[in-house]
């Protein structure tokens, strides 16, 4: 008994997919432009947004892959589809940021040791190239970030990697202005000090999910005195909610009714799943009505 039963609907994801991959564009012109810059310019702070660039636009692409496996059909195997790929991809790409964060930091390290010659003028260029490229793909990517997590894991990347810009221009500066070529090597520690948060917030989210923990601003408490609400209802029990992708959430939830209002369960379950549907953003929602002493006989049980 429920209501909304297609588990295949468009995803979050699926519905930035354009976006997503005009950003996977963007970004691979970016990268090929700081790449050639840091070889020519010798600077790691440069080495570093451009590597960092490069993680952005595997991300991008593994999103794109991840939407196409979530909209997969659902089978008899997986009821669910292929939705959750999208999780795994944003925890992928974290966990991408974290490792690119340990490469800069290792670079950065050998260069305190041995300071490298440096083109200050180079990296202003380069630098401005690709903030002005990150800029232009956080604008398209914007308002999917607020809807997708799989499309805020994107957009963190490329937020990051302008912040990154930002940093190996101001380093660039101070090079070519005063020759002190440390200041490169700072700015690409200053670059993985902005990733790490970033990473680490996304990782989080995406294990939230994983975990099937309660959606995000849903108080179970509060769904169940809705649902205690109905005139009929006489008491709620194993009451699950968890998201399956990033705007796919779902519960489900015992109701005991009196034996008497069984008889119109039709009409109860149109009343309660228009509950959850209004209230609690909940399109599908599974309720199993039983008799009270039900759950006397039903085993393992939650609250």
């Known amino acids: 008994m429920g209501a909304g039963h297609d588990h295949g609907p468009i995803t979050a ?12 564009g963007l970004m691979l012109v970016v990268a090929v432009v700081q790449v050639t810059g840091a070889t020519f310019s010798g600077s790691l702070a440069l080495l570093a947004d451009a590597g960092h660039t490069v993680t952005d636009s595997f991300g991008v692409a ?7 496996i979530a909209a997969r059909p659902a089978t008899s195997k997986r009821t669910f589809g292929f939705q959750r790929a999208e999780i795994l991809a944003a925890a992928v790409n974290a966990i991408v940021l974290f490792a690119l964060c340990a490469f800069i930091v290792v670079e950065a390290v050998d260069r305190l040791r041995d300071p490298a010659e440096v083109s200050g003028l180079g990296m202003v260029v380069v630098a401005a190239f690709g903030l002005v490229m990150n800029i232009v793909a956080m604008l398209v990517l914007r308002s999917g970030a607020k809807e997708s997590l799989n499309v805020k894991g994107a957009y963190l990347e490329v937020m990051s990697d302008a912040l990154a810009s930002v940093g190996v221009i101001v380093g660039g500066l101070i090079v070519w202005l005063t020759g002190w070529q440390q200041a490169d090597t700072l ?29 995000k601003g849903m108080d179970l408490s509060e769904v169940r005195e809705h649902l205690m609400n109905h005139p009929a209802v006489i008491d709620v029990h194993d009451l699950h909610a968890w998201t399956i992708t990033s705007g796919v959430p779902v519960m489900s939830a015992h109701v005991v009714v009196a034996e008497d209002d069984l ?7 149109d009343e309660l799943h228009e509950c959850l549907t209004g209230h609690f953003d909940v399109e599908h929602s599974t309720l199993q009505l039983e008799p009270p002493g039900h759950a006397d006989h039903e085993g393992a049980r939650h609250p």
Do not use: C, F, Q, Y
Not at 189 to 212: C, Q, S, T, Y
Not at 263 to 269: A, E, I, V
């Open 13 to 24: 994801g699926a519905a930035n997919s354009r976006r997503l991959a005009l950003v996977l």
């Open 62 to 68: 593994l999103a794109l892959a991840a939407v196409w």
């Open 187 to 215: 700015v690409s520690l200053g670059i993985a000090a902005i990733i790490v948060p970033r990473a680490w917030a996304l990782l989080k989210e995406a294990v939230h999910v994983l975990l099937e923990a309660t959606p």
């Open 263 to 269: 008889r119109d369960s039709g009409r109860m379950l």
